[in-house]
């Protein structure tokens, strides 16, 4: 059975970091893409980064562009997302996604129809 778990979130000030992590069991994700998704109350889920099976290729949504660092570790088949200069208007549910297709491609997917393996979310809340 697969599972991604995510952990990392909490509360924090304006201005402040957090450091989001995605562990995946079930299933060895070192060879397909991966992303991070965000979910506001009455907002639709957007993609806020993607990194494809390498590493070398990623993704941003332009509103994190700078702030955001998505990176990964084969060895602990684990996804990070590193979140610097936080703004209230980041307030979200994260989610973790996995790409069950596209076998070592470089393509980077930033579509939520695109992810097969979603995990449970973990909640950022940034204060002003």
């Known amino acids: 059975q697969v599972q991604l778990v995510e952990s990392g979130g909490g509360l924090v000030q304006a201005g402040g970091s957090l450091r989001l992590s995605c562990a995946a069991s079930?299933?060895?994700?070192?060879?397909?893409?991966m992303g991070w998704f965000r979910q506001a109350p009455g907002k639709e889920r957007e993609c806020v980064a993607g990194?494809?099976?390498?590493?070398?290729?990623?993704s941003y949504a332009d509103s994190v562009k700078g702030r955001f660092t998505i990176s990964r570790d084969h060895a602990k088949n684990t996804v990070y997302l590193q979140m610097n200069s936080l703004k209230p208007e980041d307030t979200a549910v994260y989610y973790c996604a996995a790409w069950g297709a596209g076998y070592r491609s470089n393509y980077v997917p930033t579509r939520k129809y695109e992810y097969d393996y979603w995990g449970q979310g973990t909640q950022v809340t940034v204060s002003s």
């Open positions: 079930g299933r060895t994700f070192s060879s397909y893409a």
């Open positions: 990194i494809n099976w390498t590493g070398g290729g990623t």
